[in-house]
C-alpha cells in the first residue's frame, strides 16, 4: 500500500460522508422547499442516477487501486429470486425498527404518538416522492455509506467500527430522525459485512422504504389506523400489518434459503 493509501484510509469515513452528502445535497436541490412536481422530481431522479454513475465509477476504478482489500466486497448482482427473498424480509424491518426505537426513545421521555392521516393530496405527494426514495436514494446512500466508507478496510473488527463511525455521522445528517436513521444504518452495514455484497443491504434498504409508501397507501384506504410519532420519526403498525410482515419475511428467508445463493461470512 503506497503512501497515499496509507494517509487516506483512516479519513475515508469521513471523507465518504462529505462526498455523499454534496452528492444528496445536489440531488436533492430541483426538490426546493415547494411542494413537489413532476418537474422537479424527474429533475432530481436524473441528477441521482448521474452521481450513482459517478460513484460505480469510483467504486470500480478507483477504490481497488488505493485500497485491494476492497475487491473483497462483491458488486455482483443477486439473482431474482434471491432478490426477492431479500425484498421479503424489508417489511419487518419497518417493523422492529419502529418498536426499538419506541422503546429506547420511551426510556428518557414520553413519545407523543398519534394516528397518522393522510389526504389525498399529500398520498399523491408521498407516492411521487417514493420513485426517488425506493429506486434510487438507497442505491446512492448504500454505495457510498457502506461500500465506499467500510471495503477499504481488511479486519472484520475495523470494519465494524466504521459501520457504527458511519451510523452515527448517517443519524447526524438525518437530523430529527436520528434514532432512526441510526438504527437502519447500523442494520444495512451489518448485512453488508456479513454478505460482503452491496446489493443486499440496497434491497432491503429499498423494501423498507418502499412498504413506508405502501403503509401510506394501506392508511389512506382505511384498512386500519397506524400510530406516528414526528420527533423522532417512529411508525407503529397495526397487528394485520405485523402479521402479514412475519409471514412475508418467512417466506423470504425460506426462499433465500432454497436458493443457498447468499453467502454470508460468520
Known amino acids: 500500500m503506497n503512501k497515499l493509501s496509507t494517509f487516506l484510509k483512516p479519513l475515508m469515513p469521513i471523507i465518504v460522508v462529505a462526498y455523499a452528502t454534496a452528492l444528496i445535497y445536489i440531488t436533492a ?53 434471491v432478490a426477492l427473498g431479500v425484498l421479503l424480509i424489508a417489511p419487518l424491518w419497518l417493523v422492529v425498527e419502529g418498536y426499538v426505537i419506541y422503546g429506547l426513545t420511551s426510556l428518557f421521555h414520553a413519545v407523543q404518538l398519534e394516528p397518522l392521516t393522510h389526504t389525498t393530496e399529500e398520498l399523491r405527494e408521498d407516492l411521487l416522492a417514493s420513485i426517488h426514495a425506493v429506486l434510487l ?95 423522532p420519526v417512529i411508525f407503529l403498525l397495526d397487528a394485520k400489518i405485523i402479521i402479514i410482515s412475519i409471514i412475508l419475511a418467512v417466506s423470504g428467508i425460506v426462499l433465500i434459503k432454497k436458493k443457498k445463493l447468499i453467502p454470508i461470512y460468520l
Open 137 to 231: 436514494a438507497p442505491v446512492l446512500e448504500e454505495l457510498c455509506f457502506r461500500q465506499m466508507a467500510i471495503s477499504p478496510f481488511r479486519r472484520r473488527s475495523a470494519q465494524i467500527f466504521v459501520c457504527v463511525l458511519v451510523a452515527v455521522l448517517f443519524g447526524i445528517f438525518h437530523v430529527r430522525n436520528f434514532p432512526g436513521a441510526f438504527l437502519g444504518a447500523m442494520f444495512y452495514g451489518m448485512v453488508f459485512v456479513l454478505s460482503r455484497n452491496i446489493w443486499y443491504s440496497v434491497l432491503i434498504h429499498a423494501g423498507r422504504n418502499l412498504t413506508v409508501t405502501l403503509v401510506g397507501v394501506y392508511n389512506w384506504l382505511g384498512l386500519g389506523e397506524i400510530l406516528m410519532a414526528k420527533t
Open 29 to 81: 436541490q430541483p426538490l426546493g422547499d415547494n411542494e413537489l412536481s413532476f418537474g422537479g422530481e424527474f429533475t432530481s431522479c436524473l441528477l441521482t442516477l448521474g452521481a450513482i454513475g459517478l460513484t460505480l465509477y469510483l467504486i470500480h476504478r478507483l477504490l481497488p487501486k488505493l485500497f485491494p482489500s476492497a475487491s473483497q466486497f462483491s458488486l455482483r448482482l443477486p439473482t431474482l429470486p
